[in-house]
């Protein structure tokens, strides 16, 4: 099993597109997945249309609930842990979910967390195998990496020394925008060993919640379906 943790404490850079897109995509390439809404926004709770799941995440974290008892079967080909308002309230063990995920019979596991740098988010980097940053190409989120890398440096220290950043997401880019292309280039020089794909701006992509669904299956044609399964495949690829 693969945990996936997909962070960025800046809001709204397509962290929930991402682990809907990205899971969606590897469970139509035959793999078991399952995806956590640590957020208590729930927007991937709402984005995929679950109003009534079995049980959340706060009850696999606080009351140590089993989660093959938890889980949302998604019409999509994958299982869902559903979040919760309550969460927000919720301070847990650094270790809990790596120790609820020990032993689940996934391929892999992708954790959307809300744009903090909390508690959670760290119980989700410890629980992590690789960790995927999704940015908007501006200069601003430039400037929020290093308080980001800062933290998953320390939990490398601390809790996860094997941490991998296997990732960078760059959202809603835009070819034609000399920043976005200005900005690309500075991600590719300073991460040299870190693969930086793109997701272009698709208005598919932010429609899909209509149905409940990821944009594989509300436009399998489009081209944010069809970044998303190139993500995917480059994944699975190692
Ligand atoms: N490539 C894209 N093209 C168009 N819209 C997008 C794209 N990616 C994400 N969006 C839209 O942008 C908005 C923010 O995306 P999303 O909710 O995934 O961000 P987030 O980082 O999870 O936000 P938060 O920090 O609040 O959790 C959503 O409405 C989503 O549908
Ligand atoms: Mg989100």
């Avoid at 609930?65 to 559903?82: E, K, P, W």
């Avoid at 698709?202 to 429609?207: D, V």
């Amino acid at each position: 099993m693969v945990a996936i943790c997909f962070v960025n404490q800046k809001g709204g850079v397509g962290k929930t597109a991402s682990v809907i897109n990205v899971g969606a995509a590897l469970a139509k390439l035959g793999n078991r997945v399952l995806l956590i809404d640590l957020d208590p926004q729930e927007s991937l709770t709402y984005w995929l249309g679950i109003t009534s799941p079995p049980k959340t995440v706060c009850d696999v974290l606080e009351d140590g609930a089993a989660i093959q008892d938890s889980i949302f079967q998604h019409r999509g080909g994958f299982d869902v842990l559903a979040s919760n308002e309550m969460l927000a309230a919720l301070t847990p063990d650094i270790n809990s979910l790596k120790q609820a995920l020990a032993g689940q019979p996934y391929d892999y596991v992708l954790l959307d967390c809300s744009p903090t740098l909390g508690m959670l988010t760290l119980a989700a980097l410890t629980a992590a195998n690789w960790v995927i940053i999704p940015l908007c190409p501006d200069l601003l989120s430039i400037k929020g990496m290093s308080q980001l890398l800062g933290t998953i440096q320390t939990v490398r220290e601390k809790t996860n020394p094997s941490l991998i950043l296997k990732g960078i997401i760059a959202t809603r880019y835009c070819a034609r925008k000399r920043m976005h292309r200005e900005v690309l280039e500075q991600l590719g020089m300073f991460f040299e060993d870190t693969e930086i794909f793109t997701v272009r701006e698709n208005i598919s992509i932010a429609e899909s919640p209509v149905q409940g669904v990821s944009v594989l299956d509300y436009k399998p044609k489009c081209t944010g379906a069809k970044e998303y399964l190139t993500i995917a495949r480059r994944l699975t690829d190692g």
